[in-house]
């Protein structure tokens, strides 16, 4: 072998050495567990998964958690895409996580947080609690995470005017607790005296409203129904007519009494010591009658 072959041979081995070098570091620095910020790794997005079980209220650890490459149209809204931003500040678990689970920031408080109500409601929402009983809240299935329609029951007008009315007030609201319970993985029917649903500040005090002058109750919704309610209300009308109620014929020989002008309900006949009083209905009106006693 001569001296240009040896010296062609080297520096192919050198230019070699130098490429796998050159690939090597670039692996090195696109290593999601070397990534402090996350960022891109090819077509790619690092995003923060568990990597072990993380119960509810425990803090996410930087033990328990990876930095893993999503697809850059399949990246989960409110994931972290660095250990340090989904761990530092002591953020803690606000439902349990799975091994492989993204960590997402609707499910984990902020920094320096704790397990509170207030950190898992809506941005802008308002919880409140209406009284609630074994029919009111459907038997005890009413669970926290349901979705619910609220509606209200209360009579309307006076007198002969008055109307019994069920009112949708709120649609497809999200349940935050039941009594003092708000884990949204409890699987257990139970019967609360109370019941605390996400709502709107105008439907807030639409529902502290009606609790004063009506009833206040729960429809549960199937897991996958947002649809809007066609009906808002409900009177005794849309039930449909009673049956009436037929008169008895009056007794014979008795004789209606004149009705006073200007006299309301029914006319009290004057009776002698002998005779007693009988109410006969005709449609609406209602007559008394004098019969004799046997």
């Known amino acids: 072998?001569?001296?240009?072959?040896?010296?062609?041979?080297?520096?192919?081995?050198?230019?070699?050495?130098?490429?796998?070098?050159?690939?090597?570091?670039?692996?090195m620095k696109s290593d999601?567990?070397?990534?402090?910020?996350?960022?891109?790794?090819?077509?790619g997005v690092f995003v923060v998964v568990?990597?072990?079980?993380?119960a509810r209220g425990a803090p996410v650890d930087p033990k328990f958690i990876k930095l893993v490459t999503y697809p850059a149209d399949s990246v989960p809204d409110g994931a972290f895409h660095s250990i340090t931003e989904a761990s530092t500040g002591g953020r803690i678990a606000l439902r349990s996580f799975v091994p492989g689970e993204p960590i997402l920031t609707p499910n984990v408080s902020g920094p320096g947080g704790k397990l509170t109500l207030s950190a898992?409601?809506?941005?802008?929402?308002?919880?409140?609690?209406?009284?609630?009983?074994?029919t009111s809240a459907v038997g005890g299935f009413v669970l926290p995470g349901d979705r619910v329609d609220v509606l209200v029951t209360r009579t309307v007008g006076g007198?002969?005017?008055?109307?019994?009315?069920?009112?949708?007030?709120?649609?497809?609201v999200r349940v935050l607790g039941v009594d003092q319970s708000d884990n949204d993985e409890q699987n257990k029917p139970v019967v609360a005296k109370a019941i605390t649903i996400e709502?709107?500040?105008?439907?807030?005090?639409?529902?502290?409203?009606?609790?004063?002058?009506?009833?206040?109750?729960?429809?549960?919704r199937h897991v996958?129904?947002?649809?809007?309610?066609?009906?808002?209300?409900?009177?005794?009308?849309?039930l449909g007519f009673a049956p009436r109620r037929h008169a008895e014929p009056a007794p014979a020989g008795a004789a209606p009494a004149a009705r006073p002008a200007g006299a309301a309900g029914p006319v009290r006949p004057t009776l002698r010591p002998n005779e007693v009083e009988v109410h006969v209905t005709r449609g609406v009106e209602t007559n008394g009658y004098a019969v004799a006693r046997y």
């Open 50 to 54: 568990a990597t072990a079980p993380i």
């Open 32 to 43: 999601p567990n070397q990534s402090a910020s996350g960022g891109k790794a090819g077509p």
């Open 1 to 27: 072998m001569n001296l240009r072959t040896i010296a062609t041979l080297a520096v192919a081995i050198l230019l070699g050495l130098i490429a796998v070098g050159l690939v090597r570091g670039f692996l």
């Open 159 to 172: 007198g002969e005017e008055a109307n019994t009315v069920t009112q949708v007030l709120a649609e497809n």
């Open 224 to 238: 996958s129904d947002s649809a809007g309610l066609a009906s808002k209300a409900t009177t005794v009308a849309d």
């Open 120 to 134: 898992a409601m809506t941005p802008g929402m308002r919880a409140v609690a209406i009284r609630a009983s074994d």
């Open 199 to 220: 709502v709107t500040p105008d439907q807030a005090a639409t529902l502290n409203l009606a609790q004063s002058v009506g009833t206040v109750s729960l429809t549960l």
